[in-house]
C-alpha cells in the first residue's frame, strides 16, 4: 500500500511532463504550417481577378469615338478658316466656332440647320451681296444647292427636299426622320429603306442628288 503512495505522485509528475512534451512538439511541426498557409491564402490570385485586374477599363475609356469633320467657314464671320466640328453639328454650331456673324452678315441666306459634312464650305455672304450672284459664283455652299450638282441628300432641309421630283412633303419629312434616327444615308439604296420610297422613287431622284 506504501509503494503505491510513493508511486503516484511519480506518475502524475510523468504524466505533466508528457503533456508539455505534447504541447511543445505540436507547436514546432503544427504552428509554422498554419501561420504559412495563411501567408500564402493571403497572396492568393483567383484567375478572374488575374484577367480583370490588368484590363480593368475606367468609363472615360469606352467613350463613343465620335467622328469629326472639316469644315472651311468663309464671309461674314468674326473668324474665317478652317474649322473642325462633331458629326451631327450644324452650320449654326460652326459659325459659333468662328466667333459669329459680323454686324453686315446676311443669314436669311443660309441654313442654319443644315449638318455639317466633312470638306463642307460655309460661307456666309454680306447684305450687299444679291441672292442670284452668289448662286453663280458659290453654287456648292451651304444653303444654297445648285439645281446641276444636285441636292445634298445628308443635310437638305425639307423645302430643298422637296424640289426633287416625287418627293413631297411628307416624304421630305420621312427622309429626314430617317436620316436622324439612323444617320446620313451611306448609298443611294438605303434611300428606299424610307418609308414610302421605292424603287420606281429612287430611279427619278437617283441622278439628282448627292451623298456625301
Same mark, same amino acid.
Given at each position: 500500500m506504501n509503494v503505491l503512495k510513493d508511486r503516484l505522485p511519480q506518475k502524475g509528475i510523468f504524466m505533466i511532463i508528457g503533456g508539455a512534451v505534447s504541447v511543445t512538439l505540436f507547436l514546432i511541426f503544427f504552428l509554422p504550417a498554419g501561420e504559412k498557409g495563411e501567408s500564402e491564402a493571403e497572396h492568393v490570385v483567383f484567375p478572374w481577378?488575374?484577367?480583370?485586374?490588368?484590363?480593368?477599363?475606367?468609363?472615360?475609356?469606352?467613350?463613343?469615338?465620335?467622328?469629326?469633320?472639316?469644315?472651311?467657314?468663309?464671309?461674314?464671320?468674326?473668324?474665317?478658316?478652317?474649322?473642325?466640328?462633331?458629326? &451631327? =453639328?450644324?452650320?449654326?454650331?460652326?459659325?459659333?466656332?468662328a466667333g459669329g456673324f459680323t454686324? @453686315?452678315?446676311? /443669314? !436669311?441666306? +443660309?441654313?442654319?440647320?443644315?449638318?455639317?459634312?466633312?470638306?463642307?464650305v460655309i460661307y456666309v455672304p454680306s447684305m450687299d451681296e444679291e441672292y442670284e450672284n452668289i448662286l453663280s459664283s458659290s453654287p456648292a455652299q451651304t444653303g444654297l444647292p445648285s439645281q446641276q450638282e444636285g441636292i445634298l441628300i445628308n443635310s437638305a432641309s425639307a423645302e430643298e427636299l422637296t424640289a426633287l421630283p416625287g418627293i413631297g412633303p411628307a416624304k421630305a419629312d420621312a427622309i429626314i426622320?430617317?436620316?436622324?434616327?439612323?444617320?446620313?444615308?451611306?448609298? &443611294? =439604296?438605303?434611300?428606299?429603306?424610307?418609308?414610302?420610297?421605292?424603287?420606281?422613287?429612287?430611279? @427619278?431622284?437617283? /441622278? !439628282?442628288? +448627292?451623298?456625301?
Open positions: 481577378e488575374e484577367e480583370t485586374g490588368e484590363e480593368e477599363v475606367s468609363d472615360s475609356q469606352i467613350a463613343f469615338k465620335q467622328e469629326t469633320f472639316i469644315v472651311d467657314i468663309k464671309g461674314e464671320v468674326v473668324n474665317t478658316g478652317i474649322y473642325t466640328v462633331e458629326e &451631327g =453639328e450644324r452650320v449654326q454650331d460652326a459659325i459659333l466656332k454686324g @453686315n452678315a446676311n /443669314d !436669311k441666306l +443660309i441654313n442654319l440647320a443644315e449638318r455639317c459634312y466633312d470638306e463642307m426622320n430617317y436620316r436622324d434616327e439612323n444617320g446620313p444615308f451611306k448609298s &443611294g =439604296e438605303e434611300l428606299k429603306e424610307v418609308p414610302g420610297i421605292g424603287e420606281k422613287t429612287l430611279e @427619278n431622284i437617283v /441622278d !439628282k442628288i +448627292i451623298i456625301r
